[in-house]
């Protein structure tokens, strides 16, 4: 009877120590599809180097596509333990990062580089922290601003009166409205239609759009200007990693932060170029900048939008001011 005991207790015993010893899995929601660059070249990485830092004790699933969440639900999801991590634009999410849109603002230049070194930075010294409270920010990116695609050249701020513009948010139509445009609303997928039929004769969008879209093949040329970064993130349930063994969050939290936020300032920028290098290459393919003289009177131009937004923003003057702080930081030119 002793024995049948002793046997039963060892049994129990070592069925717990193998329960405890399965590998925690984290659940990863990446809304874009599969050929996504950001899959291949950041977070299917980063996925591989958590499991490897904790010697398989954590494994990152990914969820590619929109099975357990898309772009206007996600961060509700993270919130809710749907999901443990979950990669997103905080675009789609209105003003529930209303400070940390200062980095969508026009007239101000920058790489995808210095933005997200800057926003990451901004969230270090509180400056933006408030809108992170409810969960676990792993990185904050920035996309190297969008550009404009026409079907004939454009060379200079007055080229764009009158004319129809494809955007893609509502600052980029205020934007194209204060150039003197008229903005016509949409998604990406409208692009290359709209400008095959004339629905409109310019388009708002990155050079890695253009060349993944091939809406070089609708257009002639292109034009470069300050029209601020659209921005990204991974953030993590708090819960989720609460409940990580201390040596599982100390090598989330070193393959994170600053580290990661520079690789996806780095993928983006780097996929920007791919694209530009593309467009560039095609045979009577014109791209434009706005000229330097043009810059002061661009950004002239874009103020009434950046007061707004100021006015709008909890302790917006002070916001703006440290991210362009943060900005000459990163290297920006003042």
Not at 186 to 212: H, K, M, P
């Amino acid at each position: 009877m002793k024995t049948s005991l002793l046997l039963s207790t060892l049994l129990l015993a070592a069925v717990s120590s193998a329960r405890a010893a399965e590998p925690v899995t984290l659940k990863l929601a990446f809304p874009p599809p599969p050929v996504s660059f950001f899959n291949g070249q950041v977070l299917a990485p980063w996925g591989k180097e958590i499991e490897e830092a904790t010697h398989g004790d954590v494994k990152v699933q990914m969820f590619i596509g929109p099975t357990l969440a898309n772009f206007g639900n996600i961060y509700d999801r993270i919130l809710n333990g749907v999901i443990d991590l979950g990669w997103g634009l905080h675009g789609p999410l209105g003003k529930q990062f209303q400070k940390s849109s200062v980095v969508n603002l026009p007239g101000i230049p920058n790489t995808g580089s210095q933005c997200s070194t800057a926003l990451w930075q901004l969230l270090v010294d509180g400056t933006i922290a408030d809108e992170y409270g409810s969960v676990k920010p792993l990185a904050l990116g920035c996309f190297p601003g969008s550009n404009f695609i026409a079907a004939k050249p454009i060379r200079s701020m007055d080229d764009f009166k009158g004319m129809k513009v494809y955007v893609g948010s509502k600052l980029q139509g205020q934007i194209v409205e204060l150039l003197g445009s008229a903005p016509i609303s949409g998604n990406t997928s409208d692009i290359y239609q709209g400008l095959q039929r004339g629905t409109f004769e310019a388009a708002t969008t990155g050079w890695a759009a253009v060349a993944a879209f091939k809406l070089f093949e609708v257009t002639k040329a292109g034009f470069e200007a300050p029209m601020g970064n659209p921005t990204n993130f991974l953030l993590m349930n708090k819960d989720s990693y609460a409940k990580l063994p201390a040596s599982a969050r100390k090598a989330i939290d070193e393959k994170s932060g600053a580290v990661l936020t520079a690789r996806m300032g780095k993928a983006g920028a780097d996929e920007t170029e791919h694209g530009r290098e593309i467009v560039q290459k095609i045979p009577g393919y014109t791209i434009a900048t706005l000229p330097n003289t043009d810059l002061a009177r661009f950004q002239k131009t874009m103020q009434p939008l950046i007061d707004e937004w100021v006015k709008e923003t909890p302790d917006g003057a002070h916001v703006l001011a440290a991210y362009k702080a943060e900005l000459i930081k990163a290297g920006m030119k003042p």
